[in-house]
């Protein structure tokens, strides 16, 4: 049976597929897909000797690799442009981060939205800019934008026009309602300088993000993905860094994410054997979360429902109070009724 266990052992063990059939295939290339990690299973799958249907499928998605890195690096340099006149930090996150920094975490990875941190109180001018610049706002219903601006850690989204790539302008790494309040000026103050002359995070705090994003925040779609980015960068960092795991902890304590990175760690590991920069000590409940995360079929389908849908539950909880949670919930239904 083809789930993401099985896109997981593709990866750390190419020689794995050799037995796989061409309906094994299918399904592999699927459920790769589904992860987003068919472009990361291309690029390691580059070298060794396939079947020539799957071969041309992975050399068509090899291309489309290159395709969108460019596309991701030329999108952060349209907003460094559109934001020449702000005066702060721009830093750059998640892949196109990777990318920018030429981290091996950018090999094959799929590039979505252009995320960005500012200092909070740049906010005003940063999306002064952009808006003069093109972008446009993606949601414009009056409630949907006072909720991002009293309790996220992020401005509305905003599309640009022409181009209509996405570009989200956060101003810290968890939703002000979350229980961890990471420190976003020290995020800023200790981003290292790309040759673009824009930033990017720390190491440490690379790892920090990821884990906040994956464990802290969301209902951890994607979260393979998330945990082949930590798999790199652990490997990156620490081959480079002999005591990178010192530095990750004193960084994690910081952001109040000491327990988030450290799940985050123990997940990678049992999944991709991630080097243990931690001790392990396994947790009550990581086999629920690999069981999430790991939840898709040999056609790309999401699976176990329930599992899913428990995951949602705690990620609205993580975001906010139960009182606050049901007053969301009863005007967004109430909103959707009347429409």
Sequence with gaps: MIDGWSVARALTDPA?????????WTRLLSAARALSLIGTLAEIMADQPLPYPAARVLADVRLSNAAGLRQALWEAECAQMALAGYPGRVVLLKGTAFAAAGLDAA??????????LVA???LDQVEALLLASGWEWVKPDPYDDAYYRQWMHELPPLIHAERDR???????????????????????????????GLYVLSPADMIC??????????????????????????????????DFGDALEERAGLHQLTAPVARALRLAH????????????????????????TAVDGWGRKTRKL??????????????????LARHLWTKWRKGHRG
């Design 166 to 196: 996405m570009i989200d302008v956060h101003h810290t790494i968890l939703p002000l309602t979350a229980g961890p309040k990471p420190d976003a000026a020290a995020l800023i103050a200790d981003a290292r300088e790309v040759p673009s």
């Design 209 to 242: 993000h990821a884990a906040a994003h994956l464990i802290a925040d969301g209902d951890l779609s994607g979260g393979m993905r998330n945990l082949w980015d930590i798999d790199r960068l652990v490997r990156q960092f620490s081959s480079e860094d002999p």
């Design 307 to 324: 599992t899913r849908q428990g995951f949602y539950i705690r990620s609205h909880l993580l975001r906010m109070p139960p009182a606050m």
């Design 16 to 24: 794995s597929v050799a037995r796989l059939d061409a309906a094994g």
């Design 270 to 293: 049992r999944l991709f054997d991630t080097p243990a920069i931690w001790p392990i000590r396994p947790g009550v409940a990581d086999a629920l979360f690999l069981r999430r995360i």
């Design 107 to 116: 090999i094959g990875r799929s590039i979505g939205d252009l995320d960005i």
């Design 120 to 122: 909070r109180e740049g």
